[in-house]
């Protein structure tokens, strides 16, 4: 069960929702009573989640997208608007890592992480400022990472990719706050799901030691986060990073 906050009749768009923690983000926001568009590259998994959301009683729908193509997220803004019939809540989630020392990293890794974890939130935003000025609550809830605040080795494009959505999140709180648009980040620390389980066992085992909680993430401890800054409490919040990590990089 997720916390007793009512998002009913609020559309939301959220992206990389065909797995891990954007799935359960999609999830949450339905169980909280929202209608939402699913977006990934998957379309049999965004189909699958899709159809969970609409045993909710709510609306759903897939859309398949490259969120690093600008046109493509054109397209699944335009088309999430009209099958809703509006849109409330943003929340960027797709990312992808591509690891490796500064020193070994091919642009093609730069640039494709750059694309996915940084250009995509920016297209999304640019893409659905309209008809979220139009809402009367509009939420932008933004997917980071504690690498974005610490960095970390071997991730020096996810670090920059992450610090960079930090940044773009506060410029977008300044911009949109006059107009009633709250727009926040999350980031999370280790949470349990395939991006995660990419990393080295051996890693992981010593990073777990470092989190006081002694203990990974659940994908449901980052979407109870993002509900709760979507919902109707968290109205005075904006330009905020809220950490998910156990207290990892505190
Ligand atoms: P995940 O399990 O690998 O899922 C990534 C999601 O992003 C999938 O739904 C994937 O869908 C989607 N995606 C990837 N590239 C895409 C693209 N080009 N276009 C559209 N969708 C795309 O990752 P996760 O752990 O849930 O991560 C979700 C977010 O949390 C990411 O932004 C990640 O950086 C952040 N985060 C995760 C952790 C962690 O420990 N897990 C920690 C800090 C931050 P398709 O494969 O269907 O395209």
Same mark, same amino acid.
């Given at each position: 069960m997720?916390?007793?906050?009512?998002l009913?009749?609020r559309?939301a768009?959220v992206?990389?929702?065909?797995?891990?923690?954007?799935?359960?983000?999609?999830?949450?926001?339905a169980?909280?009573?929202?209608?939402?568009?699913?977006v990934?590259?998957?379309?049999?998994?965004?189909?699958?989640v899709?159809a969970?959301?609409?045993?909710?009683?709510?609306?759903?729908?897939?859309?398949?997208c490259?969120?690093?193509?600008?046109?493509?997220v054109?397209?699944?803004?335009?088309k999430?608007?009209?099958?809703?019939?509006?849109?409330?809540?943003?929340?960027?989630?797709?990312?992808?890592?591509k690891?490796n020392?500064l020193?070994?990293?091919?642009?093609?890794?730069?640039?494709?992480?750059?694309?996915?974890d940084l250009?995509?939130?920016?297209?999304?935003?640019?893409?659905?400022?309209?008809?979220l000025l139009?809402?009367?609550?509009?939420?932008?809830?933004?997917?980071?990472?504690?690498?974005?605040?610490?960095?970390?080795?071997?991730?020096?494009?996810?670090?920059a990719?992450?610090?960079?959505l930090?940044a773009?999140?506060?410029?977008a709180?300044?911009e949109?706050?006059g107009?009633g648009i709250?727009?926040? @980040?999350? !980031?999370?620390? &280790?949470?349990?799901? %395939?991006m =995660?389980?990419?990393v080295?066992?051996k /890693? $992981?085992?010593a990073?777990k030691?470092?989190?006081?909680?002694?203990?990974?993430?659940?994908p449901?401890?980052? @979407?109870? !986060?993002?509900? &709760?800054?979507?919902? %109707?409490? =968290?109205r005075?919040?904006?330009g905020h /990073? $809220?950490v998910?990590d156990?207290?990892?990089?505190?």
């Amino acid at each position: 069960m997720s916390l007793s906050i009512d998002l009913s009749g609020r559309k939301a768009l959220v992206t990389g929702a065909s797995r891990g923690i954007g799935r359960e983000i999609a999830l949450a926001l339905a169980e909280a009573g929202a209608d939402v568009a699913c977006v990934a590259t998957n379309l049999p998994l965004l189909e699958e989640v899709c159809a969970k959301i609409r045993a909710l009683g709510r609306k759903a729908v897939a859309l398949q997208c490259d969120v690093g193509v600008p046109a493509q997220v054109d397209a699944a803004v335009e088309k999430a608007v009209a099958e809703l019939g509006g849109l409330d809540i943003l929340v960027n989630n797709a990312g992808v890592t591509k690891d490796n020392l500064l020193i070994r990293m091919k642009e093609e890794e730069w640039d494709r992480v750059i694309d996915v974890d940084l250009k995509g939130p920016w297209a999304f935003m640019k893409a659905a400022s309209r008809p979220l000025l139009r809402s009367k609550c509009a939420r932008i809830v933004n997917i980071s990472s504690v690498a974005g605040l610490m960095g970390n080795a071997g991730q020096g494009n996810y670090s920059a990719a992450k610090a960079g959505l930090i940044a773009l999140t506060k410029t977008a709180a300044r911009e949109y706050g006059g107009r009633g648009i709250c727009v926040n @980040a999350v !980031a999370p620390g &280790f949470i349990e799901t %395939d991006m =995660a389980r990419a990393v080295d066992p051996k /890693v $992981l085992e010593a990073a777990k030691e470092t989190i006081p909680f002694k203990r990974f993430g659940r994908p449901r401890e980052v @979407a109870d !986060a993002v509900v &709760f800054l979507a919902g %109707d409490t =968290a109205r005075y919040i904006t330009g905020h /990073v $809220l950490v998910v990590d156990g207290g990892l990089a505190m």
